[in-house]
């Protein structure tokens, strides 16, 4: 069983940045794949990023690229995402999910864990 919770969300301009965390109970941590997804109101929710259970491996939505990057640190049982040029189309919910795998995953569909979310509005 794994619990994750979001923090970092926030009201940004457009151009700015934020450092979304994820923080993860469980000892077993390390050998969970973790993503991010976002949803915006009336919208379905979206990924975002992924990283393998060695943050070796990491994945990212095209709307994305260039401006986020996934990180981990399996020691703190933390996954970041840190965005930066943010856009007013990145606005929404954000969370993290997990699942057991080597590998990353771009489904919501292939995630076990989620988090309750942490909002992000950019603000034009």
């Known amino acids: 069983q794994v619990q994750l919770v979001e923090s970092g969300g926030g009201l940004v301009q457009a151009g700015g940045s934020l450092r979304l965390t994820c923080v993860a109970s469980?000892?077993?941590?390390?050998?969970?794949?973790v993503g991010w997804f976002r949803q915006a109101p009336g919208k379905e929710r979206e990924f975002v990023a992924a990283t393998s259970w060695s943050g070796g491996i990491m994945n990212y939505a095209d709307s994305v690229k260039g401006r986020f990057t996934i990180s981990r640190d399996n020691a703190k049982n933390t996954v970041y995402l840190q965005m930066n040029s943010l856009k007013p189309e990145d606005t929404g919910d954000y969370y993290c999910?997990?699942?057991?795998?080597?590998?990353?995953?771009?489904?919501?569909?292939?995630?076990?864990?989620w988090g309750q979310g942490t909002q992000v509005t950019v603000a034009s």
């Open positions: 999910a997990a699942r057991g795998g080597s590998y990353y995953y771009t489904n919501t569909q292939d995630y076990d864990y």
């Open positions: 469980g000892r077993t941590f390390s050998s969970y794949a």
